[in-house]
C-alpha cells in the first residue's frame, strides 16, 4: 500500500511479472486503512521507512496496525528516528525538508506511543550507527558526482550534513517487532 499511484503501478507490474510471490498492491494510506485492508486479520504486517513522514500520527497509525494485526501476527517496523532534544537547524534544512519530515520522534517517545498503543515490542534495535555509517558512505560515493537534490543544493552537501547531525544523535534509525498486548485484546 502506498499514497502514490504511480508507485502502486510500478509494484502491480513487478507483481504481474512474479505471479508465484501473490503479491497485490494498493493506494492507501496508514493512518486510515482501506477497507479492503481494515477488514482483513494479517500474520505479518511490514512497513519500511513510512510512519516517519506522519510521526505526528503515531498513535493512530498504532490503533489501525492492531486493527489487522491477527492473533498471533507480528508486526515489523523499520522506521527514521529523530531527537528527544531541540531539533537543529541543520537537521531541518538538510534532513527534514530534504525528506519530507515534519516531526520525527525519538527512540524514547516512539517506544512510548507503541506500548500506550498496548503493543509488546519483541525487539527493538536503535540502528542509529548503522544511519551514520550508510550516509557516510552515501557521502562519498557522492562527492564523485555532481547529482543535486530536488532544491538545488549539492546532494553531496545534505549527505555530509546528514552525518554531521547523525553523529549529534538528531537522527537515526530503528527496527521493531511489535505484537499485540494482552492489554489491547481487553
Known sequence: MDLSAANVERCKQLAKENPALRLEFLVGSFTELPASIANQKYTHVFAQLAFCHVHEELPVIMEEVK???????????????????????????????????????GHPSWRKIVDNAGLNILYYENLDCHMLQSY????????????????????????????????????????AVLSMSWRSKL
Not at 527514521?80 to 516531526?103: A, C, I, N, P, Q
Not at 549539492?154 to 537515526?172: A, D, F, L
Open 67 to 105: 486493527k489487522v494485526l491477527a492473533d498471533g501476527g507480528v508486526a515489523v517496523i523499520m522506521d527514521y528516528m529523530g531527537t528527544e532534544d531541540k531539533v537543529l537547524e541543520d537537521t531541518r534544512e538538510h534532513v527534514h525538508k530534504r525528506l519530507h519530515f515534519s516531526t520525527l520522534l
Open 136 to 175: 557516510t558512505d552515501l557521502a562519498e560515493a557522492a562527492s564523485k558526482h555532481d547529482f543535486r537534490s530536488a532544491d538545488g543544493e549539492p546532494i553531496v552537501t545534505n549527505y555530509r550534513k546528514t552525518v554531521e547531525v547523525c553523529s549529534k544523535g538528531q537522527i537515526g534509525m530503528n527496527l
